[in-house]
């Protein structure tokens, strides 16, 4: 039950809002990750579980600079905050009573833009933020891109 709350929180703190068309299904996951069409139920984003780990999910949606700017802002009066961790990479935290975040960035792919995030279940847990970190690496390799400036 706990995981299920934990996963709708993640995806309603990162989907305030749509961004219409159709995301585009040519991107390579990182090593591991399987496309989910149990949690895809729109094509604005598309959802990768790690296999055999259901709270391991990487995620890539249509970037849009109204909807989700404030993802790369600290915001004190919820409890927010977003720390670099160099090279256009950026571990979004939310400290309030579940503290959980997401490692993410921001791609130019074909001219448009996308959110490419991990999620984090434990904050604390600095093998995970290294793990989701190297997730996105291998995702940047893997799709020819890069993280662009926010």
């Known amino acids: 039950m706990i995981k299920k709350i934990l996963l709708f929180s993640v995806i309603l703190l990162f989907t305030m809002g749509f961004v219409c068309g159709a995301?585009?299904?040519d991107f390579k996951a990182p090593n591991g990750f399987e496309h989910s069409s149990y949690l895809d139920e729109n094509d604005s984003i598309n959802i990768y579980c790690f296999k055999g780990d259901e709270d391991k999910l990487f995620l890539i949606e249509k970037y849009d600079d109204e909807y989700y700017g404030d993802l790369f802002k600290n915001n004190t009066e919820y409890y927010y905050s977003v720390t670099s961790l160099g090279n256009?990479?950026?571990m979004g935290l939310e400290n309030g009573i579940i503290q959980s975040g997401a490692v993410m960035e921001v791609i130019e792919h074909n001219g448009e833009k996308y959110l490419v995030y991990?999620?984090?279940k434990d904050t604390s847990d600095k093998g995970q933020i290294k793990?989701?970190?190297n997730y996105l690496t291998e995702f940047n390799k893997?799709?020819?891109?890069e993280p662009i400036a926010i």
């Open 118 to 120: 991990t999620f984090l």
């Open 23 to 25: 995301l585009t299904s």
């Open 142 to 145: 893997l799709n020819n891109v």
């Open 88 to 90: 256009n990479t950026y």
């Open 131 to 133: 793990d989701s970190a």
